[in-house]
């Protein structure tokens, strides 16, 4: 399996969930709603880091991840302006490229 594969199975996997016959409760959420998610998965993660529980932190990294890919499947679906995963990930990969060029000068 090539690194990365198992992210394009979780966007699979909620398209899945937020399309027609899929699952209502994910249907209905909005960047609102998902709000109080976010936050209580990003306390979770800082717990399981300061609790040095390797198990916990890569669970709770991936319900962080999911809080991404969900709102950039709501912000997909939006009629005016719409953006993807890859428009997040593009713009982080821009960051970093751009805030390291002692790294990637030669790009």
Known sequence: MDRGER??????????????GGCPWDAEQTHRSLVEYVVEEAYE??????????EGIREELGDLLLQVVFHARIAEEKVAKPWNVDDVAQGIVDKLIRRHPHVFDAR
């Open 7 to 20: 992210l394009l199975d979780l966007v699979s996997v909620m398209d899945r969930l937020r399309s027609p």
């Open 45 to 54: 993660l800082v717990e399981a880091i300061e609790n040095g529980d390797d």
